[in-house]
């Protein structure tokens, strides 16, 4: 009975907003469609290596602009 239930809740969750970042929020290294993301406020990120999730993670204002823009993104 809770199987159902918890199937149901992960169906209805919100999706993460996908990324659309190319270069990293936290060392600005280059990435694509293949890095691996990271979820931040209901939005992915793409990140350039393994201890950059934990980073951004830990303080995502250090690398996010309010808007979910990464603070290092070119304008």
Do not use: F, H, W
Request: charged letters at 30%; one cysteine or more.
């Amino acid at each position: 009975m809770l199987a159902p239930l918890l199937s149901l809740l992960i169906l209805a969750a919100p999706a993460a907003k996908p990324a659309t970042n190319t270069i990293c929020p936290v060392l600005g290294g280059k990435v694509s469609e293949k890095s691996k993301t990271v979820v931040v406020r209901d939005r992915e990120y793409r990140i350039c290596c393994g201890g950059c999730d934990t980073k951004m993670l830990k303080d995502p204002d250090k690398y996010l602009q309010k808007d979910g823009t990464p603070r290092n993104a070119k304008k």
